[in-house]
T-cell receptor
Framework: GESVGLHLPTLSVQEGDNSIINCAYSNSASDYFIWYKQESGKGPQFIID?????DKRQGQRVTVLLNKTVKHLSLQIAATQPGDSAVYFCAEIRSGGSNYKLTFGKGTLLTVNP | NAGVMQNPRHLVRRRGQEARLRCSPM?????VYWYRQLPEEGLKFMVYLQKENIIDESGMPKERFSAEFPKEGPSILRIQQVVRGDSAAYFC?????????????FGPGTRLTVT
């Protein structure tokens, strides 16, 4: 299950299970959201994105859900594999003049047990 | 097509020394962004540059930090008179010359340790 520790929230799942990683954002003016995966010692890697005029978007084994009413974003990973173990960050971009500045959430550490 | 390159990957400096971090964007990309990541935290925006121009440096500390992206060569993030609090991972990202600059591709980062 999911727990919130003193620092990074963690999620531990069994291989083959589905994972759901959650993110709350604060800026209602954000109009673009991205999920990044960061493996230990590496830079963030793009997973999937969604615009604010959508509430769901699917990729390969991943689905992003956006609930603008409660400013909540989630990433669902189907049939989680050991290679999915990483820290997952949501990031938002606000429309307007500074529509390039990624604002990252705190991150969730996903551990997949074989 | 090589990705975003950063060097060095690891950098150790004593307090008071200078740190220079380099970033070569992906081929064809002319927008560069620098972010800083403290342990167990998300990345925080520092500066956005295009060739020979600083577009937004609102995330840069007012003193000791500077960035450039010359016409030729990599982008440089320079930290003068480093202090222990500068220890972090510094990531560079790049995006192409088009309106959809939402896509940012990240390099592997430079891990700076100040002793």
């Amino acid at each position: 299950g999911e727990s919130v520790g003193l620092h990074l929230p963690t999620l531990s799942v069994q291989e083959g299970d589905n994972s759901i990683i959650n993110c709350a954002y604060s800026n209602s003016a954000s109009d673009y959201f991205i999920w990044y995966k960061q493996e230990s010692g590496k830079g963030p890697q793009f997973i999937i994105d969604i615009r604010s005029n959508m509430d769901k978007r699917q990729g390969q084994r991943v689905t992003v859900l956006l609930n603008k009413t409660v400013k909540h974003l989630s990433l669902q990973i189907a049939a989680t594999q050991p290679g999915d173990s990483a820290v997952y960050f949501c990031a938002e971009i606000r429309s307007g003049g500074s529509n390039y500045k990624l604002t990252f959430g705190k991150g969730t550490l996903l551990t997949v047990n074989p | 097509n090589a990705g975003v390159m950063q060097n060095p990957r690891h950098l150790v400096r004593r307090r008071g020394q200078e740190a220079r971090l380099r970033c070569s964007p992906m081929k064809g990309h002319s927008h560069v962004y620098w972010y800083r990541q403290l342990p167990e935290e998300g990345l925080k925006f520092m500066v956005y540059l295009q060739k020979e121009n600083i577009i937004d440096e609102s995330g840069m500390p007012k003193e000791r930090f500077s960035a450039e992206f010359p016409k030729e060569g990599p982008s440089i993030l320079r930290i003068q008179q480093v202090v222990r609090g500068d220890s972090a991972a510094y990531f560079c990202a790049s995006s192409p010359e088009k309106d959809t600059s939402y896509e940012q591709y990240f390099g592997p980062g430079t891990r700076l340790t100040v002793t």
